[in-house]
């Protein structure tokens, strides 16, 4: 990523896509932190967040059937 690149979505320009996404309550510096990884690192990321998930799920049921709540369907 270019110099130029992340100072438009530090500083987005008036009235471009970014600076609307801003206003909306984007936060662009996160869009910008995933930027700076490669495609490579974005799948590890992604897979660590999935497998995460997969172990809250997996806690939560295991909770549910200690306290004697009926499992919800996937």
Same mark, same amino acid.
């Given at each position: 990523? =270019?110099?130029?690149?992340? !100072?438009?979505?530090?500083? +987005? +320009?008036? $009235? ?8 909306? *309550?984007?936060? #662009?510096?996160? =869009?910008?932190?995933?930027?700076? @990884?490669? +495609? ?5 990321? #992604?897979?660590?967040? @999935?497998? $995460?998930? !997969?172990?809250?799920?997996? =806690?939560?049921? @295991?909770? $549910?059937?200690?306290? *004697?709540?009926? +499992?919800?369907?996937?």
């Amino acid at each position: 990523m =270019t110099p130029q690149q992340e !100072a438009y979505f530090l500083n +987005p +320009p008036p $009235g471009s896509a970014a600076a609307r996404a801003v206003e909306f *309550g984007i936060d #662009l510096t996160l =869009t910008l932190e995933n930027l700076r @990884l490669t +495609p490579e690192e974005r799948i590890r990321k #992604l897979d660590d967040h @999935l497998a $995460g998930i !997969a172990k809250l799920k997996a =806690t939560a049921k @295991l909770v $549910g059937r200690v306290h *004697g709540s009926k +499992p919800k369907s996937d």
